[in-house]
């Protein structure tokens, strides 16, 4: 039996906070108490927590105060401003924006990959990215037994990587549509019901967005292969939750199927789907509300020699962030890893 912990959730009136609530509850996580943060919109606000009812509050500098684990999922300029304080204070901040991921004294893990990592955090851990969490914990495994050359991949994104309100959004413009009526954009720059379009996150020079530099740095951060290459094409679909990747993986030698489909089948974290008489394979609706990847189509490349084809779905609310984030603070737990350099 582990100590319970004092846990403050930054976000939890979002699609993530609100998972990340489930989650504590239904994984029976060692909660001593428990602190809903958010704007001061949602001040006031309540939500239930194993049958009580709980406040919402509005993050301030003295919301940290006797927690020692803060689940953040307000945005990136959130984290950044309170994460000062919350390491002063003594608590660990498993981090699901994208503030910190990069910078060098701050792990960026997922569990099933490089859990020895977050020894080594000073009061910060980041979560990855949604689709790089999805796609690293299929082909990791893969990776682990015949090293990858380069990795290629198309991603069909749901609306819920944009958060509650996106998600509501999409309904909103799906209902106009459908009753003949032109939609209407706030979160998301064009509609995004009955159509689809590039992830809308800042270009670089290159013509590659923010969404898809994510996949290239933070997979090689987290399989410590900084020459790893990888390119990335992300796409926004009015799916309202759950990602789906498509992947090319050229390996430094073959690599059958037989044993690709094995080793999926046998990792932690994945379910293999593939019924290929009915031609069913891994669908975003499947993946919802699951912990597991699911992985599928799993088929040799007749391009290349070295290079499998795989298509995976995993639900982005879950393992793309808050199940990650809880299993982060679980490994903490049993290590004995979650305390900062303050206490
Ligand atoms: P609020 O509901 O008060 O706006 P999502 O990713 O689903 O959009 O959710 C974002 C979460 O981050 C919500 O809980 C939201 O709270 C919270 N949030 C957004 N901006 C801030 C902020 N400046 N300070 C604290 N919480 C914030």
């Avoid at 029976?28 to 709980?54: C, H, I, M, Q, Y």
Wanted: charged residues 20%; glycine residues 6%.
């Amino acid at each position: 039996m582990y100590k319970p912990v004092r846990v403050a959730i930054l976000g939890a009136t979002g699609a993530v906070g609100t998972e990340l609530l489930n989650l504590l509850e239904h994984r029976d996580f060692p909660v001593a108490s428990l602190k809903l943060l958010a704007s001061e919109r949602s001040e006031g606000n309540s939500l239930t927590f194993k049958g009580e009812t709980l406040l919402v509050e509005a993050v301030t500098e003295n919301s940290f105060r006797d927690i020692d684990l803060v689940l953040a999922s307000a945005g990136g300029e959130t984290s950044k401003t309170w994460a000062k304080s919350i390491v002063a204070s003594g608590a660990v901040m498993v981090d699901n924006s994208s503030a910190f991921r990069m910078e060098s004294e701050v792990p960026l893990v997922v569990p099933e990959i490089n859990p020895e990592t977050a020894k080594y955090h000073k009061g910060i851990i980041a979560n990855p990215n949604c689709t790089t969490i999805l796609m690293g914990i299929a082909v990791y495994p893969l990776h682990r037994v015949q090293p990858i050359k380069r990795i290629v991949v198309s991603t069909y994104q749901s609306a819920s990587g944009a958060g509650a309100r996106a998600m509501e959004e999409v309904k909103v413009q799906s209902q106009a549509i459908l009753n003949g009526n032109p939609p209407q954009t706030e979160i998301f720059p064009y509609p995004l019901a009955f159509n689809l379009f590039p992830h809308n996150s800042p270009l670089n020079h290159e013509g590659y967005c923010t969404e898809e530099m994510k996949m290239v740095n933070e997979t090689r951060k987290i399989f410590n292969e900084p020459n790893l290459r990888v390119t990335a094409t992300c796409i926004r679909v009015p799916v309202l939750r759950a990602h789906s990747e498509s992947v090319n993986l050229e390996f430094y030698a073959q690599f059958s199927v037989t044993d690709a489909r094995m080793i999926v089948a046998n990792s932690p974290g994945l379910k293999l789907v593939e019924d290929w008489t009915k031609n069913y394979f891994p669908m975003p609706m499947d993946a919802s509300g699951r912990d597991e990847v699911l992985v599928g189509r799993i088929r040799q490349d007749i391009s290349h020699p070295n290079s499998l084809e795989l298509w995976i779905c995993g639900d982005q609310i879950r393992k793309g962030a808050a199940l990650n984030a809880v299993q982060i603070a679980e490994l903490l737990i049993k290590e004995r890893w979650l305390c900062s350099a303050n206490k």
